[in-house]
């Protein structure tokens, strides 16, 4: 019999979890718990968890369909081989090696796109249907690997002025892969690409279905708002982002090998930050669940 704790971690919105091994089926009780964990905290650390790709996508689908990782990356232009992957659809390879184990080069056009991750963002965001916890088990952790961050997207919402919670509220922003990577010079997309990263509408502010509260909908996806000028939404979303990242909404999560954090994507940003990855290895898989719809045309998602 498993029991299962939750403890806040220093005075933040995550909380460590104790008492559970991944490595096996786990109780309706068990699930629950960690769900509603997943409710109040936003962001659940699981340490010591030595789990295969199996075993993570069986936890994973415990909290909704597992999203397919199509369309979340790009292939290096020039290879002649047609499956670049290394890891299943199922799973979102955040690592810095390719398809044989090999740490990307310097100057590999996947290893750029995946800079994108030290900017602020919410996964999927870029999609219709967004995502709702993204679960990152880590394989094998560098010495000084780098740290990830979350932003609490509900104490920023809270910490607004009440102009500004007027002016967002009813707001629909376009978010595309090609807007985030357009901010670090990463403009040259196939036409496939293109059309994969169409920009796709979401709303800015967004009430969680279970809590209820409200959090802002923030990633740096978001290139646009519907009926702005683009330069002045880019302006505007940049100083929200600025605002929801303070040190006071922020949590740093540095990772041990074999943990697995989970975070509500709907409720947090993050972004990892800088190592040295045409070092060291750094093995992270990604499985993600998908949320309930899109966020234009619901109520509460
Ligand atoms: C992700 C991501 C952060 C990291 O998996 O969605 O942004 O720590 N990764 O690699
Ligand atoms: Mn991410």
């Known amino acids: 019999m498993m029991s299962i704790s ?5 005075k933040n919105f995550a909380g460590e979890v104790s008492g559970v091994d991944l490595r096996g089926p786990l109780s309706p009780d068990i699930v629950a718990a960690i769900d509603s964990g997943m409710d109040e905290f936003a962001v659940l650390v699981f340490r010591d968890q030595d789990i295969t790709d199996n075993q993570q996508l069986e936890f994973s689908q415990n909290f909704g369909p597992v999203e397919s990782s199509i369309g979340g990356n790009i292939s290096s232009l020039h290879s002649t081989r047609p499956d670049q992957r290394r890891l299943s659809v199922d799973m979102a390879d955040v690592s810095n090696l390719d398809q044989d184990q090999n740490i ?31 679960l990152l088990s880590a394989r094998s952790i560098p010495a000084d690997g780098p740290n990830t961050e979350y932003a609490d997207m509900r104490a920023a919402y809270d910490a607004l002025d009440v102009k500004i919670k007027e002016e967002v509220e ?4 376009e978010h595309s892969l090609m807007y985030s990577r357009g901010q670090l010079g990463f403009t040259e997309f196939t036409e496939e690409e293109q059309q994969t990263f169409a920009p796709v509408r979401q709303v800015l502010v967004r009430t969680h279905p279970v809590t209820m509260r409200k959090s802002l909908f923030l990633a740096s996806h978001a290139g646009t708002i519907v009926g702005w000028p683009m330069a002045e939404a880019r302006m505007f979303l940049r100083d929200l982002i600025e605002h929801a990242t303070q040190p006071q909404f922020v949590y740093v999560h540095r990772w041990r090998s074999h943990d697995l954090v989970v975070w509500d994507n709907r409720q947090t ?20 669940i998908s949320s309930d719809g899109p966020t234009t045309t619901q109520v509460a998602n």
Do not use: Q
């Open 6 to 10: 939750i403890v806040p971690i220093g």
């Open 104 to 134: 990307y080069a310097r100057e590999d056009r996947r290893r750029l796109f995946n800079l994108g991750n030290r900017l602020w963002h919410s996964d999927s965001s870029f999609r219709a249907v967004p995502a709702k916890y993204s």
């Open 170 to 173: 009813g707001l629909i922003c």
């Open 269 to 288: 940003m993050h972004r990892v930050r800088r190592f040295n990855e045409t070092e060291y290895v750094r093995d992270v898989r990604r499985t993600t």
